[in-house]
């Protein structure tokens, strides 16, 4: 998480002892809590004995355990001192000993998504530009000075559409639904399809441009934008698209409104087509936690 970066990840003695003492995974428990394969099992085993067995429950948090599935410290708190402290209380507890190695042989494929076969991925950077009131407070200005991070997956006949200097329908209500909203402090809700007032984009020449109008049925949350991009194709494959979104929104649909901005604020949203070298080019968009086929539908 782009906050944790910015807070227990920037510590040097929190970073130099997950380096040198620590084998370092990142996952979502969104998927891993569900899933009922081997790599669920041990994700649960070691969860269940820092906060029990309700699956259907949030186990997010920082763990540390060893490889045979033994909990060596918890904490779902992002203070360095305080995951300084269980790593130093539960390394020291820490006794070696042999354990057989994971495989995932049968991956559930219910939550082990990849992306479509000849489709693309597109990277998605979200910013608050201007409307945060300045504050002295750290905590509160990590949340402020945050980007949000996602992905878009394109079908291979929308690659195929792009290619050829067309912008598919079904990308462009995609695009809007999954990825133009505020995602900078945490998770909020995709956009309904009646929540689309307007979604014009258009491809010519290689030039993107549009205009968007996002708003939630109560009105207290929304997105204005103006579109502007580039496409370049070349064999049938294309090898660039850059695309920025930027405009007005107001209001906020996920966990942490505290911490939004009042009234409105600028948003813009950067997307670019990931070069597939960084891991984290794989990880599913989080419009499709509802169900892979409808995100893609």
């Given at each position: 998480?782009i906050?944790d970066?910015a ?16 084998v ?5 428990q969104?998927y ?12 649960r ?8 067995s309700d699956?259907n ?5 920082l763990y ?5 599935g033994k909990l060596l410290g918890?904490?779902?708190?992002r203070s360095p001192e ?9 390394l020291a507890?820490f006794?070696?000993a042999?354990?057989?190695?994971l ?7 219910n ?7 000849g489709?693309?991925?597109?990277s ?10 300045k504050?002295?407070?750290?905590s509160?200005r990590m949340?402020?000075e945050?980007?949000?991070r996602?992905t878009l997956?394109?079908?291979k006949?929308?690659h195929?559409?792009l290619a050829?200097?067309e ?5 462009k209500?995609?695009?809007a639904r999954f990825?133009l909203y ?5 998770e909020?809700a995709p ?13 010519k020449?290689g ?6 109008h996002l708003?939630?049925?109560d ?5 204005t934008?103006?579109l502007r ?6 064999d049938g ?9 930027r ?28 070069p597939?070298?960084?891991?984290a080019d794989?990880?599913?968009p989080q419009g499709?936690?509802s ?7």
């Open positions: 998480m906050l970066r807070s227990t990840f920037s510590d040097p003695e929190v970073i130099e002892l997950l380096k040198s003492r620590c370092n995974v990142a996952i979502d969104w891993h809590r569900r899933q009922k394969d081997a790599e669920g099992d041990y994700y085993k070691i969860a269940a004995q820092a906060r029990g699956w429950s949030t186990t997010q948090g540390l355990g060893t490889a045979d918890f904490t779902n708190n305080r995951v300084k402290e269980i790593l130093k209380k539960g507890a006794q070696p042999e354990a057989a190695a495989k995932n042989e049968k991956p559930d494929k939550f082990n998504y990849a992306p479509p076969e489709g693309l991925v597109i998605v950077t979200s910013k608050v530009l201007e409307g945060h009131e504050s002295s407070d750290p509160i949340f402020q945050s980007m949000g996602d997956w394109v079908r006949d929308e195929a559409a050829r200097g912008f598919p329908q079904t990308l209500a995609r695009l990825n505020d995602n900078t402090r945490g909020p956009w309904e399809p009646s929540e689309v007032k307007k979604l014009e984009i258009s491809l020449d030039v993107v441009t549009g205009a968007i708003e939630r049925a009105g207290k949350c929304g997105y934008a103006d991009g580039a496409v370049e194709s070349k494959k294309v090898t660039r698209l850059d695309l920025v979104a405009g007005t929104a107001w209001g906020w649909s996920g966990t942490t409104a505290e911490s939004a901005p009042k009234g409105k604020f600028t948003l813009a949203i950067a997307l670019r087509l990931a597939g070298s960084d891991e794989r990880v599913a499709a936690k169900w892979l086929p409808d995100y893609l539908k």
